[in-house]
């Protein structure tokens, strides 16, 4: 069965920090995978998506970039985070049909200081 | 564009009595829809999704929803609430936009079970 993993789960970073989350999956081939961000245990924000190894669609300009070095590997980065960076950061993948959901990781709680 | 909008940011229902959250949808074409489940400091949870077919929707934990094509709608719906359920719950819908693989969602309704 596939599964999806994610980490750290919670993290405190000085403001002026590098960042580096990462996502595996595993059971699956060629997934797309999707970071989001939830400010305030609220909505979801879609930050980055991708179909495939190297390609990466940003939703939002902003302080972060992803990549994607390996089929089932999606990384969240940022060369210098700013407090307005903290929140829950959620990472996803789905086989890619229409029709299909997309299953989530258990997320991480970013918090800037 | 697709969108979808959950016009309750919370939902209070005392144990034992039924229950909905409520979704509206807009798209071109045929929705794909879905609704997930975030109990704190959690990832989603699908719960259920309505892709064609039957308008009743069965999923997981006793939900199910009802697709109204002539409202929009995709209300989820439980018989009977357990203070368990109290959660964030999503309506999500994917855009079918060619060339596109997002999905998005709601704003999120909180569901509070009062035992």
């Known amino acids: 069965s596939q599964t999806i993993h994610q980490w750290p789960a919670t993290l405190v970073q000085p403001v002026g920090s590098p960042l580096s989350l990462e996502c595996t999956v595993e059971?699956?081939?060629?997934?797309?995978l999707y970071w989001y961000r939830q400010a305030a245990g609220r909505g979801l924000q879609l930050l980055f998506y991708?179909?495939?190894?190297?390609?990466i669609s940003s939703e939002v300009p902003q302080n972060l970039s992803a990549s994607r070095p390996q089929d089932r590997q999606f990384i969240l980065s940022s060369k210098k985070l700013l407090l307005s960076d903290s929140g829950f950061y959620l990472c996803?993948?789905?086989?890619?049909?229409?029709?299909?959901?997309?299953?989530f990781g258990q997320g991480t709680r970013l918090t800037v200081v | 564009a697709q969108s979808v909008a959950q016009p309750e940011d919370q939902v209070n229902v005392a144990e034992g009595n039924p229950l909905t959250v409520k979704c509206t949808y807009s798209v071109s074409g045929n929705p794909y829809l879905f609704w997930y489940v975030q109990y704190p400091n959690r990832g989603l949870q699908f719960l259920l999704k309505y892709i064609t077919g039957d308008n009743l929707v069965k999923g997981s934990y006793g939900f199910e929803a009802e697709f109204n094509k002539s409202q929009t709608s995709f209300h989820l719906k439980k018989p009977s609430a357990l203070v368990s359920d109290s959660a964030l719950y999503f309506c999500?819908?994917?855009?079918?936009?060619?060339?596109?693989?997002?999905?998005?969602f709601g704003t999120g309704t909180r569901l509070k079970v009062l035992a």
């Open positions: 991708s179909v495939g190894i190297g390609q």
């Open positions: 059971g699956t081939s060629n997934p797309n």
């Open positions: 999500a819908v994917r855009d079918i936009t060619v060339g596109t693989y997002k999905y998005i």
């Open positions: 996803a993948w789905t086989p890619g049909q229409l029709n299909t959901e997309a299953f």
